[in-house]
């Protein structure tokens, strides 16, 4: 993994040709803490800086200490994912583990704020998901590579029959034969077709719970690597003491990783609800611009990249 200032790196997998969908062993540790898939710098400001962020609405509305489930209905033009509910899950942090719980009370599409995940819920039942560690070696021998986060999600009930993952690809043209979801258990690793993508997510039928994740076919994920992607900035200022400097964490992200997923893993870092919003391209890299400021290379918070 290189170093550099500010960087958002893709992996280079190994060529592999298309194996056929067939199950494979595998597994998954559901307790394992996540890897984020991020670079950052560490500003030390002596002064206040100025640092150069696209500018647009933040999209980011967290309430980490939310206890109640908020509900409110909005339109979409998709016709499978047609008048979904929004609510704010409970978030839990147990040691920097982040899980999300939702009582879902009827039949419908409810989707995450935080996440953006959805379920297709055929009746009521408890949701309960977290985000877990990818097996890369297992991807690998599917000729895959992972194409966003990979969920650990159950339902009290059994009751979601149609998941929808946030992507954060902006040309719709090359997924349909390149994206596909990955159903992990006990009983090994499957390839789900989808049922259809749209502008934002990838949506498919599901069996039975257990862990889920959206991968690229690993051939079109090179031919597609200098495209342009959905991204975000997100801020964390540093906790200071007496005669400290104030530091400044810039992150760049696909805006499909939750907030919450890296400040689970930075302390007390606190967030800086700012314009987010931006455009990022595989394998650019990016540098920030703050006269005022020193600027520290970047530090790879994890080699696991998923977009």
Partial sequence: MSEGFLQHIHGSPS??????????????????KPKIPTHFSTMALGTPGKIKIPSGDSRLKLDPKAA??????????????????????E???????????????????????????????????????????????LLRSAGKTAAG?????????DAVSQLHFPHCETELASLSEALSVVHISDDGMSILKPREITDTHVIVDIP????????????????????QI??????????????????LNVFLLPDDVPVQEVKGQLDEAEYIVAPSFCHLIRGQTYSLDCPEAYIVPSVSMSNTIVC
């Fill in 91 to 137: 978030v839990l942090n147990e040691g920097g583990n982040i899980s999300y719980r939702f009582w879902g009370p009827c039949p419908g599409v409810f989707q995450c704020d935080l996440t953006k995940l959805a379920f297709r819920m055929t009746g009521a039942g408890k949701l309960t998901y977290k985000v877990v560690r990818w097996d890369q070696e």
């Fill in 149 to 157: 986060l990979l969920f650990d999600i159950k339902c009290s009930e």
């Fill in 230 to 247: 959905r991204g975000q900035v997100l801020l964390f200022r540093q906790p200071t003491y007496k005669r400290q400097t104030r530091k």
């Fill in 68 to 89: 109640k489930t908020k509900l409110e209905s909005f339109e979409d033009k998709s016709e499978v994912m047609k008048g979904p509910s929004r609510f704010t899950p």
């Fill in 208 to 227: 039975h719970l257990s862990a889920f994740g959206l991968v690229w076919d690993i051939i079109k994920w090179f031919l597609n690597i200098r495209k």
């Fill in 15 to 32: 060529y592999l040709a298309e194996r056929p969908k067939r199950a494979l062993s595998g597994h998954y540790d559901s307790h394992a």
